[in-house]
C-alpha cells in the first residue's frame, strides 16, 4: 500500500487562557508536561499597542484589529492557494530554500545561547526557524511584500519574549521547581520564615524549614538540605 500523506499544522490562539489555566478548567488535576510546553509554545503578547508593535496608519489598535478581521474574511485562502501553485513549480529549489534558512537561523540562535542551553528550547528554536524559513520563502516568491530578514527578525523577536516569559533556557522541570520555591518563599510570607543575621545561630532542622537571611543590607533565602 501507498505511504499516507502527512503534513504539520501550526495553530494560533487568542491566549485568553494558558496551557496550564486549560489543563486546571479540565478538572483532572493534572500538572503540564515539558512536552506540551514544547509542543503548546506560548508566546506573551504585550507590546506599545497591545497586541500590535505598529498601527501602521490605523488610529489605534481597535481600527487596527477591525480592519484585520475584515480583510481575511475578504480575502481568506487566496494566500495558501498562490503559495501551493507557486511551490509547486519547483518544488526541490523551495525545499532546498527552506532547509538552508533553517539552518542558518538556528546557527545564529545556537550562538546566543548558553551553552547548557535544554533540548527543549533547542526543539522550540526548530519550530521557529520553520516558520522563518516559509516566511523568508513567500517573500522570496513574491507572495507577501516583506523585505529579505523580515520575516527572520520576527521570529527572532518572538523567540527571545518566548525565552523570557520561560524563565530561562534551562529545562521545564528546573525551571517549574524554581517558581514554585519563589511561590512558597513570597506566599507564606512570616509564618514560614524568620529574620536571622550573623550572631544568629542555626536553628535545627526539625524546627523550620527555609531562613530567610539578610546580609549586606539585601535579603536572601537560604534552603536547608531537606527541602
Given amino acids: 500500500t501507498a505511504d499516507p500523506k502527512e503534513f504539520r499544522l501550526i495553530f494560533q490562539s487568542n491566549g485568553e487562557l494558558t496551557l496550564k489555566s486549560q489543563i486546571g478548567l479540565s478538572r483532572l488535576n493534572k500538572e503540564v508536561r515539558a512536552g506540551q510546553q514544547v509542543r ?32 481575511s474574511k475578504l480575502c481568506r485562502g487566496i494566500v495558501f492557494d498562490s503559495f501551493m501553485k507557486t511551490l509547486m513549480i519547483d518544488k526541490s529549489r523551495a525545499i532546498s530554500y527552506v532547509t538552508k534558512k533553517m539552518s542558518f537561523f538556528q546557527q545564529d540562535v545556537k550562538s546566543s545561547l548558553p551553552i547548557d542551553a535544554d533540548g527543549q528550547v533547542h526543539r522550540v528554536v526548530a519550530n521557529f526557524s520553520l516558520i522563518a524559513a516559509v516566511g523568508e520563502l513567500s517573500s522570496d516568491l513574491k507572495i507577501f511584500d516583506w523585505s529579505e530578514g523580515e520575516p527572520t527578525k520576527a521570529m527572532h523577536v ?7 516569559s520561560r524563565g530561562g533556557t534551562q529545562s521545564f522541570e528546573y525551571e517549574d521547581i524554581k517558581n514554585r520555591l ?46
Fill in 40 to 71: 503548546v509554545i506560548e508566546l506573551p503578547c504585550h507590546y506599545k499597542y497591545g497586541a500590535f508593535h505598529s498601527l501602521h496608519d490605523k488610529a489605534d489598535g481597535v481600527e487596527l484589529s477591525s480592519h484585520l478581521m475584515k480583510s
Fill in 182 to 227: 519563589k511561590d512558597l518563599v513570597l506566599g507564606k510570607g512570616s509564618s514560614k520564615f524568620e529574620k536571622v543575621d550573623r550572631t544568629t545561630k542555626s536553628p535545627s532542622q526539625k524546627e523550620q524549614e527555609l531562613k530567610y537571611g539578610k546580609n549586606s543590607g539585601s535579603y536572601h533565602e537560604v534552603v536547608l538540605d531537606r527541602v
Fill in 158 to 164: 518572538l523567540l527571545k519574549a518566548w525565552i523570557r
